[in-house]
């Protein structure tokens, strides 16, 4: 039974003060309700403190090195001489920072009560913080969100780390080997490789960034190759011996490796073990908690939001869930959360970005007869010319029917991502996108001449 409000300290109790806990706390507030945000760590979460955030910026410091070192290519003298890693972190923690400081004075003025500290359930309506703090909360909503997975026998060390160790790092390694061709293993390859190491992805699945549309991964794989990286796909690692001046990485076949930094992304873990959760109702599943569409967990007035939950493991997934869980307890009813509608973007050099279905996921949910593509190369686009990058963007949509997938490849290209959303979320029709007019000379141009093909009338592209 929840609390009474008689019994309770606060309508809601947030546990976690990352992108979903946050979200809902601010919304919370915002609707009038009373809210306590407990976070044993900072504020932000990993979101602004170890992921988006701060490897957005060592991607953007990568973007600087590259138009250095191409800068010839564009008629312009310039070298580049090395990159200052404490700089480089310098200006990263500039950036944390400021939000950082942000956040606080909106939770602040918010009047949000944040308490600082491990709070784990103590039944259902409770959460006890150590310095024994008790909060009862109307509602509580767990959002504990998630860390690096490692693989058994693989210890961490100076030489074999996750994401949060390789931000620690005060130089740039010579070697590296990025154990896990996902999201986060092609975002690191590729900052390590601007600012000039030797870089190997090694990869169990058979194509880098597996979750995408393979046309996506295929361009990905390319221009990592253009770019000097190795990329060992379907390759399975066996072991990795530390030593002190490097790291021998074995695979299941071939020669091993040698790395000066074997940096481990082979997916990242629900935060869920020793808070109390099973003993308050909660069901979980691979340590993950289980919920319905609504971020119930089957427990009365208590709820789950962001990395916890299965699906999409993406901060913005996470605010979303954290604003609904707010405007459900406050009785909006607001509309469920859809993982098929969530952009995603990965940031390694060139950018992937989609949003709905793959080609794959249209054909096996609507019949191969239901399904037509459209794929525009960015070579007819003419201010990805001017950039010098390539790609394509491709469209999935049903015959004679909406657009229900997005996929796009090239440098900036996740800026797209926006259009891409709305294209797909209000289920627009190629014919619709293709009347409106988009502007000349922008790559989101691609994205209208995609549609114009895909609804008979190319100008730049082939039918
Ligand atoms: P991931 O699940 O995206 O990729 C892990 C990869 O490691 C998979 O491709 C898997 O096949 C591979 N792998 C696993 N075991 C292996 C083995 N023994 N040998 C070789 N390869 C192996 O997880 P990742 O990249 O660690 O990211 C974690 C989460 O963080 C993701 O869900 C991602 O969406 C999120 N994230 C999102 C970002 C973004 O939106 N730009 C940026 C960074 C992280």
Redesign the pocket.
Known sequence: MPATAAEATHDVVVLGGGSGGYACALRAAELGLTVALVEKDLLGGTCLHR??IP?KALLHAAEVADAARDAGRFGVRATLDGIDVPAVTTYREGVVGRLHKGLQGLVKAREVEYVEGAGRLDGPDTVVVVGDRRLVGRHVVLATG?T??T?PGLELGPRVMTSDGALGLDHVPDRVVV???????V?FASVFASFGAEVTV????PRLV??EDPASSAALERAFRKRGITVRTG???ASADAREDGVTVRLEEGDPLEADVLLV????GPVTEGLGYEDAGVTLERGFVVTDERCRTGVEGLWAVGDIVPG???AHRGFAQGIFVAEEIAGLSPAPVVDAQVP????CEPEVASVGLTEAQAREAHGDGAVETQEYNLGGNGKSQILGTQGFVKVVRLADGPVVGMHMVGSRMGEQVGEAQLVVGWEAHPEDVAALVHAHPTQNEALGEAQMALAGKPLHAHN
């Open positions: 992921g988006c490897t998630s690096p997975r693989l154990l896990g061709g996902g999201v986060i293993g975002e090694v990869e169990a699945l597996a979750a390759a399975r690692f992304a082979v997916g990242r999409l493991q993406l995603r973007v990965t940031y």
